[in-house]
């Protein structure tokens, strides 16, 4: 039967961006900050039916490919590994260099009259300064080879295509291509703002927010045509032009993290933030399955 009035426009998306939408009300008036979750409440809540119903439909199959959910989440863990790892590894090395580079320097008023140990310092100093610029290119060469490799393997489990070595060799390329030009905005970001950390931090993590949104076109572009430049101009291209297409995919992704957050912030401990990482990881696996083929369809488009 053919539903009329009221009941054609009431859909799950748009009941659950009702209630986001108090939420986040009651929250603004608690003084709480829920800018963001009030505009995915009006996001949702006012998503055509249609688009609204594929977009939790989407949501839905996402989480019931539990087998590509997982194997993508080990696949993520391995990459975020290597990250902590390498991080932690290169930070003790340069922590050693620096020790040794300090017990060796004399910033006396004999040391500044000495030139013998005046060339001992600026020797110090230039090892200090090619081991922190060599620990930086490390870092980033073991990071973007190792999201190559994880990225590489993680679409095509969520697009069931043929994982082979060409593919793999292919993406590796990619990822490094990918992730050079973005080595010029955080550079112009990092000396434009070297004199207020805070602010770069801020700045650092919300650009490389963009890189994230703008990797998500590129990849599954990638997967698509199998061509570097093509993968990156497209991807960047459709990124701007199309972004908002994702807002109310987006809005849904938004609800469930915040929802989760604050059920987390309620299990003490260690075990809660054992937790909480556990959740990040499939919740980002999640995420791809979820968005990825959205993205292809609308890239298609």
Avoid at 102 to 111: D, E, H, N, R, V
Avoid at 225 to 236: A, D, E, M, W
Avoid at 256 to 282: K, M, Y
Wanted: proline residues 3%.
């Amino acid at each position: 039967m053919k539903k009329r009035g009221w009941q054609q426009h009431l859909t799950a998306t748009r009941g659950i961006g009702a209630v986001t939408l108090v939420i986040a009300i009651l929250s603004i008036i608690a003084g709480a900050e829920s800018k963001l979750l009030l505009a995915a409440g009006i996001l949702l809540l006012s998503a055509p039916s249609a688009y609204g119903k594929r977009t939790l439909d989407s949501a839905i199959h996402a989480a019931s490919r539990g087998k590509d959910l997982i194997i993508t989440a080990l696949a993520d863990a391995a990459y975020w590994a290597a990250f902590l790892i390498s991080g932690y590894g290169i930070l003790f090395a340069l922590n050693k260099v620096s020790q040794n580079v300090i017990a060796g320097t004399s910033i006396t008023q004999q040391a500044m009259l000495s030139p013998e140990l005046a060339a001992q310092n600026l020797a110090g100093a230039q090892t200090l300064l090619w081991s922190i610029g060599g620990g930086l290119l490390a870092f980033w060469l073991i990071c973007v080879t190792a999201n190559g490799i994880s990225r590489g393997y993680i679409w095509p489990v969520i697009f069931r295509k043929t994982y082979n070595k060409k593919f793999a060799r292919s993406f590796l390329k990619l990822t490094l291509a990918w992730w050079a030009l973005w080595l010029i905005p955080f550079g112009i970001l990092a000396a434009a703002l070297s004199k207020n950390p805070e602010v770069l931090t801020f700045s650092i993590i919300a650009l490389g927010v963009v890189a994230m949104y703008f990797s998500l076109w590129v990849h599954v572009i990638f997967i698509e045509k199998q061509k570097i430049g093509k993968s990156i101009t497209l991807g960047i291209a459709n990124g701007l032009s199309k972004f908002y297409l994702l807002l109310v995919p987006a809005s849904l992704a938004l609800l469930i993290s915040v929802i989760a957050e604050n059920v987390f912030r309620l299990i003490p401990g260690q075990f809660g933030s054992a937790i909480n990482i556990l959740f990040v990881i499939l919740f980002l696996s999640w995420l791809r399955l979820y968005l990825g083929p959205i993205v292809r369809d609308v890239s298609e488009e």
